[in-house]
Nanobody, 126 residues
Framework: QVQLVESGGGLVQAGGSLRLSCAASGCTFSSYAMGWFRQAPGKEREFVAAISRSGGITYYADSVKGRFSISRDNAKNTGFLQMNSLKPEDTAVYYC???????????????????WGQGTQVTISS
């Protein structure tokens, strides 16, 4: 059974940084593209970033481009989201998910992702 466990969330001031981790088990992590999503209170879950199986291709939402960086370590079955220059509007529960798309395809649509973690809270104070 595929399990994804996020960690690294917390409370930081605006302008600060956090690094989220997503530990995968029960699967061959390198067989999946990986994405990060977030959901703020009262809002729909939204795409943040995605990375291809090999890590060679990345894609970001416009709202985080230039501030966030997605990466992965397939040898350790772990993905990461480095978040810099955080803003209060980045406050949300952050989820990692994996997509069994073939090749180097990465996608932003929530419905494409097969497995999800439980989420980690990120709170940015102004």
């Amino acid at each position: 059974q595929v399990q994804l466990v996020e960690s690294g969330g917390g409370l930081v001031q605006a302008g600060g940084s956090l690094r989220l981790s997503c530990a995968a088990s029960g699967c061959t992590f390198s067989s999946y593209a990986m994405g990060w999503f977030r959901q703020a209170p009262g809002k729909e879950r939204e795409f943040v970033a995605a990375i291809s199986r090999s890590g060679g291709i990345t894609y970001y939402a416009d709202s985080v481009k230039g501030r966030f960086s997605i990466s992965r370590d397939n040898a350790k079955n772990t993905g990461f989201l480095q978040m810099n220059s955080l803003k209060p509007e980045d406050t949300a529960v952050y989820y990692c998910a994996v997509d069994g798309a073939s090749g180097s395809i990465i996608r932003r649509g929530i419905s494409f992702y097969d497995y999800w973690g439980q989420g980690t809270q990120v709170t940015i104070s102004s």
